[in-house]
Protein backbone atom coordinates (compact mmCIF):
# COMPACT_ATOMS: atom_id res chain seq x y z
CA UNK A 1 0.00 0.00 0.00
CA UNK A 2 1.18 3.34 -0.77
CA UNK A 3 4.02 2.70 -3.02
CA UNK A 4 5.45 -0.24 -1.07
CA UNK A 5 5.78 -4.06 -2.13
CA UNK A 6 3.61 -6.11 1.03
CA UNK A 7 6.80 -7.45 2.50
CA UNK A 8 8.42 -4.15 2.98
CA UNK A 9 5.11 -3.10 4.78
CA UNK A 10 6.56 -2.69 8.68
CA UNK A 11 3.60 -3.16 11.80
CA UNK A 12 4.23 1.00 12.16
CA UNK A 13 2.94 1.58 8.33
CA UNK A 14 0.63 -1.11 8.27
CA UNK A 15 -0.75 0.58 11.25
CA UNK A 16 -1.49 3.70 9.86
CA UNK A 17 -2.24 2.42 6.50
CA UNK A 18 -5.79 0.55 8.34
CA UNK A 19 -6.14 4.18 10.13
CA UNK A 20 -6.41 5.87 7.00
CA UNK A 21 -8.26 3.27 5.10
CA UNK A 22 -11.06 3.01 8.23
CA UNK A 23 -10.68 7.02 8.35
CA UNK A 24 -11.57 7.39 4.98
CA UNK A 25 -14.91 5.04 5.54
CA UNK A 26 -15.45 7.19 9.21
CA UNK A 27 -15.36 10.29 7.16
CA UNK A 28 -12.50 11.48 9.20
CA UNK A 29 -11.02 14.60 8.52
CA UNK A 30 -7.18 15.48 7.81
CA UNK A 31 -6.91 17.07 10.85
CA UNK A 32 -8.43 13.55 12.82
CA UNK A 33 -6.49 11.59 10.84
CA UNK A 34 -3.44 13.18 11.81
CA UNK A 35 -3.96 13.23 15.45
CA UNK A 36 -4.99 9.35 14.97
CA UNK A 37 -1.58 8.16 13.28
CA UNK A 38 0.31 10.88 14.31
CA UNK A 39 1.58 12.69 11.60
CA UNK A 40 1.08 16.40 10.30
CA UNK A 41 -1.81 17.75 8.77
CA UNK A 42 -0.28 18.16 5.30
CA UNK A 43 0.84 14.66 5.35
CA UNK A 44 -2.38 13.30 6.46
CA UNK A 45 -3.82 15.12 3.65
CA UNK A 46 -1.80 13.75 1.24
CA UNK A 47 -2.84 10.00 2.43
CA UNK A 48 -6.11 11.14 1.92
CA UNK A 49 -5.53 12.29 -1.53
CA UNK A 50 -3.40 9.57 -2.19
CA UNK A 51 -6.00 7.31 -1.34
CA UNK A 52 -9.19 8.47 -3.75
CA UNK A 53 -6.65 9.34 -6.58
CA UNK A 54 -5.82 5.24 -6.16
CA UNK A 55 -9.56 3.77 -6.45
CA UNK A 56 -11.94 7.05 -7.13
CA UNK A 57 -14.68 4.71 -6.44
CA UNK A 58 -14.25 4.97 -2.67
CA UNK A 59 -14.34 8.81 -3.14
CA UNK A 60 -17.99 7.94 -6.00
CA UNK A 61 -19.45 5.75 -3.51
CA UNK A 62 -18.72 8.52 -0.44
CA UNK A 63 -20.18 10.74 -2.60
CA UNK A 64 -23.15 9.20 -3.66
CA UNK A 65 -24.15 7.93 -0.49
CA UNK A 66 -24.05 10.91 1.78
CA UNK A 67 -26.36 12.42 -1.70
CA UNK A 68 -28.93 9.86 -1.65
CA UNK A 69 -28.97 9.82 1.96
CA UNK A 70 -29.55 13.23 2.06
CA UNK A 71 -32.17 12.74 -0.55
CA UNK A 72 -33.45 9.99 0.59
CA UNK A 73 -33.31 10.65 4.42
CA UNK A 74 -32.13 7.09 5.10
CA UNK A 75 -29.53 4.01 3.87
CA UNK A 76 -30.30 0.75 3.24
CA UNK A 77 -27.91 -2.52 3.19
CA UNK A 78 -27.92 -4.96 0.20
CA UNK A 79 -30.68 -6.79 1.36
CA UNK A 80 -32.90 -3.54 2.04
CA UNK A 81 -32.46 -3.08 5.65
CA UNK A 82 -32.98 0.66 5.89
CA UNK A 83 -31.54 2.91 8.54
CA UNK A 84 -33.24 6.39 8.60
CA UNK A 85 -30.77 9.34 9.49
CA UNK A 86 -33.15 12.35 10.63
CA UNK A 87 -29.81 14.83 11.16
CA UNK A 88 -28.77 14.29 7.35
CA UNK A 89 -29.79 17.41 7.15
CA UNK A 90 -29.43 19.45 10.15
CA UNK A 91 -28.47 22.86 9.79
CA UNK A 92 -26.34 22.26 12.39
CA UNK A 93 -22.67 20.89 10.92
CA UNK A 94 -21.37 18.53 13.50
CA UNK A 95 -24.95 16.83 13.60
CA UNK A 96 -24.91 16.67 9.36
CA UNK A 97 -21.65 15.75 9.36
CA UNK A 98 -21.97 12.47 11.95
CA UNK A 99 -25.11 11.38 10.05
CA UNK A 100 -22.76 11.53 6.78
CA UNK A 101 -20.09 9.48 8.41
CA UNK A 102 -23.22 7.19 9.80
CA UNK A 103 -24.83 6.94 5.88
CA UNK A 104 -21.52 5.82 4.74
CA UNK A 105 -20.56 3.18 6.66
CA UNK A 106 -24.10 1.53 7.64
CA UNK A 107 -24.75 -0.23 4.53
CA UNK A 108 -21.19 -1.59 4.49
CA UNK A 109 -21.58 -2.94 8.35
CA UNK A 110 -25.30 -3.49 8.35
CA UNK A 111 -24.45 -5.78 4.69
CA UNK A 112 -21.93 -7.32 6.88
CA UNK A 113 -24.28 -7.77 9.74
CA UNK A 114 -26.90 -9.20 7.46
CA UNK A 115 -24.70 -11.98 5.61
CA UNK A 116 -23.06 -13.26 9.09
CA UNK A 117 -26.76 -13.79 10.31
CA UNK A 118 -27.95 -15.70 7.13
CA UNK A 119 -24.32 -17.51 7.49
CA UNK A 120 -25.38 -18.15 11.42
CA UNK A 121 -28.78 -19.59 10.38
CA UNK A 122 -27.69 -21.62 7.52
CA UNK A 123 -24.77 -23.40 9.94
CA UNK A 124 -27.34 -23.39 12.65
CA UNK A 125 -30.10 -25.63 10.23
CA UNK A 126 -27.25 -27.74 9.05
CA UNK A 127 -25.49 -28.43 13.18
CA UNK A 128 -29.10 -29.68 13.46
CA UNK A 129 -29.73 -32.25 10.79
CA UNK A 130 -25.86 -33.59 10.66
CA UNK A 131 -24.36 -36.22 12.66
CA UNK A 132 -21.93 -33.28 13.96
CA UNK A 133 -21.49 -33.46 17.89
CA UNK A 134 -20.70 -29.73 18.56
CA UNK A 135 -22.41 -26.39 18.98
CA UNK A 136 -21.82 -22.53 17.44
CA UNK A 137 -21.50 -20.81 20.55
CA UNK A 138 -20.47 -17.10 19.58
CA UNK A 139 -20.83 -14.73 16.58
CA UNK A 140 -17.58 -12.03 16.48
CA UNK A 141 -17.50 -9.51 13.79
CA UNK A 142 -18.00 -11.73 10.73
CA UNK A 143 -16.58 -15.06 12.83
CA UNK A 144 -18.18 -17.71 13.92
CA UNK A 145 -16.95 -19.69 17.25
CA UNK A 146 -17.52 -23.55 17.73
CA UNK A 147 -17.20 -26.05 20.52
CA UNK A 148 -17.39 -29.32 18.47
CA UNK A 149 -16.21 -33.03 19.19
CA UNK A 150 -12.50 -33.67 17.71
CA UNK A 151 -13.24 -36.23 16.01
CA UNK A 152 -16.25 -34.02 14.19
CA UNK A 153 -13.80 -31.01 13.64
CA UNK A 154 -12.80 -31.48 9.80
CA UNK A 155 -16.37 -31.72 9.01
CA UNK A 156 -17.28 -28.91 10.78
CA UNK A 157 -14.66 -26.86 9.27
CA UNK A 158 -15.14 -27.85 5.60
CA UNK A 159 -19.10 -27.65 6.13
CA UNK A 160 -19.04 -24.23 8.07
CA UNK A 161 -16.22 -22.76 5.82
CA UNK A 162 -18.60 -23.37 2.47
CA UNK A 163 -21.80 -22.54 4.11
CA UNK A 164 -20.60 -19.20 5.22
CA UNK A 165 -19.05 -18.70 1.82
CA UNK A 166 -22.13 -19.57 0.02
CA UNK A 167 -24.41 -17.73 1.99
CA UNK A 168 -24.98 -15.15 -0.38
CA UNK A 169 -24.47 -13.99 -3.92
CA UNK A 170 -22.31 -10.93 -4.49
CA UNK A 171 -20.10 -10.19 -7.12
CA UNK A 172 -17.02 -10.91 -5.53
CA UNK A 173 -16.23 -14.31 -3.76
CA UNK A 174 -17.39 -14.13 -0.04
CA UNK A 175 -14.22 -16.13 1.25
Given amino acids: CFGLQLGLVSCGRGRRVTAVIF ?26 ETSFARDPGVKCYMDTTRAHAADQGFVETLFGRRLYLPEINSSNGMRRQAAERTAINAPMQGTAADIIKKAMVAVDHWMTESAVEGAMIMQVHDELVFEVAEDSLDLLVTSVNGLMSGAVELDVPLI
Fill in 23 to 48: GLVWGRSAVGLAKQIAVGRHEAKDYV
